[in-house]
């Protein structure tokens, strides 16, 4: 089924970028980040890499160039990994999903203590 090869693809980049963040790349930009999700286009020529910085908060520029400075550095040893015809371009972007997840349960778990203190009261 063509229309999977993209998911599947997608999920062995995200363990093979995991991996090698963590061992290969030796960049003090690149700090601890958690990669949360990869999309790859159908035509498989890119791969947008979705993370967050472990910790929180919003990515500092300097690990944004660092990322950039990666994707360089991995995308053809991730290719030749996957046995590709052409590694697609990686593209590093911060994950808000995760982030705006927590603030909504934040909000739903705040409503419902407030509801069942009115309930209560």
Not at 13 to 25: N, P, S, Y
Not at 81 to 91: D, F, G, K
């Amino acid at each position: 089924m063509p229309g999977h090869r993209p998911e599947r693809i997608a999920e062995m980049i995200h363990k093979e970028i995991a991996k090698r963040l963590q061992l290969e790349v030796k960049d003090p930009r690149v700090t601890a980040v958690s990669i949360t999700h990869v999309r790859v286009t159908g035509d498989l020529r890119k791969a947008h890499v979705h993370y967050t910085p472990l910790g929180g908060g919003e990515p500092s520029e300097e690990l944004v160039g660092g990322l950039r400075s990666a994707a360089k550095q991995l995308r053809g040893p991730i290719g030749r990994a996957l046995r590709l015809r052409h590694a697609p371009e990686l593209l590093f972007e911060y994950d808000t999903h995760t982030e705006e997840a927590v603030r909504m349960t934040n909000l739903l778990d705040r409503l419902s203590a407030e509801r069942t203190e009115r309930e209560e009261g």
